[in-house]
C-alpha cells in the first residue's frame, strides 16, 4: 500500500516470521522517515531503507512484541533511528530474549529504549510541509503499553493499529500483561471515536476502516 500527499509518503508491508504490518512514513523532500513497527526482519528493512534512499529518524513501536521490534536494535545500530516505546511496555522489551526462546525466533540484545512514548506526543519531520502529522494514542489492554498512532494528514486519516484491533477481531489478551476488559475500553473509548473513515492498517492481516469495525466486529458489538 502506497499514499502520499505533498512531499509525504506512506507506504505499509508485512515483514518478518509472524508477518507484522510495518509502515514507513517519508518525506521525498528531505528524505526523513519514521517506521512504525519494524518487524523482526532487520535485513529486509534496511533493504527497502536503501531502495527509498530515506535516512530514518525515529522507530515507533505500538508494542513489545518480538514480531513488532525484535529487530529494532540491529536498525537503530545501522542508520541511528532512535527506539521509542512506551514505559507500560518496558518489561515485554526487556524480556525479548525470553520472547524469542517461547515463540522460538532468534532476537538480538536489546538496545536500550531512547524514548518514552508519551499519550498525546506528536510528530513532526523537518519538512515545513509536515507539521505534526502523527499522533500517539495509549491504547492499553493488548498489552499495558500498547499504542496506536493517527494520522489526519492525509485525505483520508490513517490509523495504526497494532494488535489492538483487527479486522473483525481484536488483539489476544491471554500473554502477559494482557487485559480482557480494558482492551475494549480502549478501542471503544480511544478508537471508535475517529472519523469513521479513517483507514485501520492493523498489526497484522487486512487493512479495514473504523466504519467497518463499528458495523461488524464482533467483540465490539
Ligand atoms: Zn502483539
Known sequence: MHLNKNSLHLTSFPVGSYACNCSILYSDKTGEAIIIDP??????????????????????????????????????AATGATIHLHKGDQFLYDMLPQQGLFFRQNVGTPKPIDSHLEEGETFSFVDPEINSFLTT?????????????????????????????????????????????????????????????????????????????????????
Open 137 to 221: 494514542l495509549h491504547t492499553p489492554g493488548h498489552t499495558p503499553g500498547s499504542c496506536c498512532f493517527y494520522s489526519d494528514y492525509f485525505d483520508i486519516p490513517q490509523l495504526f493499529a497494532g494488535d489492538t484491533l483487527f479486522q473483525r477481531s481484536i488483539g489476544r489478551t491471554d500473554l502477559p500483561g494482557g487485559d480482557g476488559s480494558l482492551i475494549i475500553k480502549s478501542i471503544k473509548n480511544r478508537l471508535l471515536v475517529l472519523p469513521e473513515e479513517t483507514k485501520v492498517i492493523a498489526g497484522h492481516g487486512p487493512a479495514t476502516s473504523i466504519y467497518q469495525e463499528k458495523k461488524s466486529n464482533p467483540f465490539l458489538c
Open 39 to 76: 518487524g523482526n526482519d532487520h535485513e529486509f528493512i534496511l533493504k527497502k531503507i536503501k531502495e527509498l534512499q530515506i535516512l530514518p529518524k525515529k522507530l515507533l513501536h505500538t508494542h513489545a512484541h518480538f514480531d513488532h521490534i525484535g529487530r529494532s536494535s540491529e536498525i537503530s
